[in-house]
């Protein structure tokens, strides 16, 4: 009996330690899934990758050379009865210039919805170059039934770009959004009226 007892007690403790291990693996592994998305989403931001438009706190500090084309689209994902569009489908940009740009959303169903814009421009190698000053994106849009908003969104083209060999031949950059249907902010509508506001700064 004493034998046995005595052994029985290092197998409990190292069944335990495995045990132990194998659930701060778990927890890990989990941490890791829910933190791979937004550890994405902040590589793409902060490279361009996938043609990621970068954020700016002003407008740039230089002018280019080069004038683009820049075309705008607009999109809305199955789900949410919205009506999104681009009140201009493109201009002209020098690079290094800032333009303001509006898209009119409009809610056609007949209840309060709410919806937050993903986006992303294309050739994808423009993503870094192309530098929002402000934009609707940033936050969650709320709309009631049949409501309208304008908004407005600020960019500049880096001159950087005209160094990009990969860019040497393109003309034209797309700056593309899709709205996805999301949850009501708890703060209200009041909040957004100002992100769709023709009072928005303009340059």
């Not at 791979?36 to 500090?61: D, E, I, M, N, V």
């Not at 809610?107 to 309060?112: A, M, Q």
């Not at 899709?178 to 009041?190: L, R, Y």
């Amino acid at each position: 009996m004493g034998a046995q007892e005595t052994t029985s007690g290092p197998q409990r403790r190292s069944k335990h330690i495995v045990a132990g291990v194998a659930a701060a693996a778990s927890i890990f592994m989990l941490g890791l899934a829910f933190a791979a998305a937004p550890l994405y989403r902040y590589f793409c931001a902060a490279t361009g990758y996938a043609g990621t438009p970068q954020l700016a706190s002003g407008p740039s500090g230089t002018k280019g050379l080069r004038s683009l084309k820049v075309r705008f689209d607009g999109n809305v994902a199955p789900g949410l009865a919205w009506k999104f569009e681009p009140e201009r489908p493109e201009i002209v940009l020098r690079t290094g210039d800032t333009a303001t740009i509006y898209y009119k959303v409009t809610n056609v169903s007949g209840r309060e919805t709410a919806g937050r814009a993903a986006f992303n421009v294309s050739p994808e190698s423009a993503g870094a170059y192309f530098d929002k000053v402000s934009c609707f994106c940033f936050s969650e849009q709320k709309l009631g039934p049949g409501e309208t908003l304008e908004l407005p969104v600020v960019f500049f083209l880096d001159p950087a770009l005209e160094r990009d060999e990969a860019l040497a031949n393109v003309d034209t950059i797309t700056l593309s959004y899709t709205f996805f249907a999301a949850k009501p902010a708890e703060s209200g509508t009041v909040a957004q009226r100002s992100a769709g506001s023709r009072d928005a700064w303009s340059p």
